[in-house]
Nanobody, 126 residues
Framework: QVQLVESGGGLVQPGGSLRLSCAAS????????IGWFRQAPGKEREGVSC????????YYLDSVKGRFTASRDNAKNTVYLQMNSLKPEDTAVYYC???????????????????WGQGTQVTVSS
């Protein structure tokens, strides 16, 4: 069964950190671009980060540059999003998505995502 499973979300105070994981099963992530997206209540989904073995990266949304770091562990077939210095405006459901041999620019201009995870809630609040 092909699937992506996110984990690591939760409630954190402003300035805190979380690490999201995106684990793949049923396929190898090695040749895929992996995008992280988020969707806050009442807002459109937006691309947050992308990491790809074909066109480098990682790439980031301007508002998270310097705070978020994407990485991948091919041995574990897992991609991570380390989120530091979290702000209330980072509150959203975070999703990972995988596209085969696609350039990361498609995270922001679309379409992107052969496979999608179910999402994990991140809430930044005091």
């Amino acid at each position: 069964q092909v699937q992506l499973v996110e984990s690591g979300g939760g409630l954190v105070q402003p300035g805190g950190s979380l690490r999201l994981s995106c684990a793949a099963s049923g396929f190898r992530l090695d040749y895929y671009a992996i995008g992280w997206f988020r969707q806050a209540p009442g807002k459109e989904r937006e691309g947050v980060s992308c990491i790809s073995s074909s066109d480098g990266g990682p790439y980031y949304l301007d508002s998270v540059k310097g705070r978020f770091t994407a990485s991948r562990d091919n041995a574990k077939n897992t991609v991570y999003l380390q989120m530091n210095s979290l702000k209330p405006e980072d509150t959203a459901v975070y999703y990972c998505a995988a596209s085969f041999r696609l350039e990361c620019s498609r995270v922001w201009v679309g379409p992107f995502g052969d496979y999608w995870g179910q999402g994990t809630q991140v809430t930044v609040s005091s």
